[in-house]
């Protein structure tokens, strides 16, 4: 079966510092892996994903996430976090192809301080 | 207007009645799916449906029931609501024709309390 851990429920970056959340990934399947973020009283929209063409992989808002298979990660990442980055992140597996079959990750909390 | 719209987008209500919870899209998407968030579990899926005649049990169906009435109508029911299903619902669209790419259009959430 698929999975992902989010290694972090809470991440906690001064505004204009590097922000890292982390995500590895369990599959016996070329997976599909996505990162979506939800505002405060949101839908989850999408940031970026990875269906196995190109591993870094670039995402909205500055976003950017790297596929390793070696390392089952695909951890987000951003040079320079911004207020309006607060939100909460999943990441989020699918066996390839079945893009019905989604499997998201418990979540993690970025919180942006000034 | 938003693509995917849900109603209401808060309810509370008392154990054992019946709640309808209701999703429109205007996306032209075929795929709808139903997925309820509780806080530091991520989402569940509870039901998704592929077309009008093709409807499917998710992760966590027990309690809850689906009706797809059109293309772009999709309505959870709770036929008899309990306090464990509190939880903030989810709408959400995705278009096959996409190729199999994964991304889902999320509507805003319904906030449900159950008493």
């Known amino acids: 079966a698929q999975s992902v851990t989010q290694l972090d429920s809470h991440v906690s970056v001064s505004e204009g510092t590097p922000v890292l959340l982390r995500c590895n990934y369990s599959?016996?399947?070329?997976?599909?892996l996505f990162w979506y973020v939800q505002h405060p009283n949101k839908g989850l929209q999408l940031l970026l994903k990875?269906?196995?063409?190109?591993?870094l992989v670039k995402g909205i808002n500055g976003f950017e996430a790297e596929f390793k298979k070696s390392e089952t990660s695909f951890h987000l990442t951003k040079p320079s976090a911004h207020m309006s980055d607060a939100a909460e992140y999943f990441c989020v597996i699918t066996k390839g192809g079945s893009n019905y079959k989604l499997t998201f990750g418990k979540g993690t909390l970025l919180t942006v301080n000034p | 207007d938003a693509d995917v719209t849900q109603t209401p987008r808060n309810r509370i209500t008392k154990t054992g009645k019946r709640i309808m919870l209701e999703c429109s899209q205007t996306?032209?998407?075929?795929?709808m799916y139903w997925y309820r968030q509780d806080p530091g579990l991520g989402l569940q899926l509870i039901y998704y449906?592929?077309?009008?005649?093709?409807?499917n049990k998710g992760e966590i169906s027990d309690g809850y029931s689906v009706s797809r009435q059109a293309q772009a109508k999709f309505s959870l029911s709770l036929e008899s609501a309990i306090p464990n299903q509190t939880a903030l619902y989810f709408c959400a669209t995705s278009d096959f024709r996409a190729g199999g790419s994964g991304e889902l259009f999320f509507g805003e959430g319904s906030r449900l309390t159950v008493l």
């Open positions: 996306k032209g998407h075929d795929r």
């Open positions: 449906s592929f077309d009008v005649k093709d409807i």
């Open positions: 990875y269906t196995s063409a190109a591993t």
């Open positions: 599959s016996s399947y070329s997976p599909s």
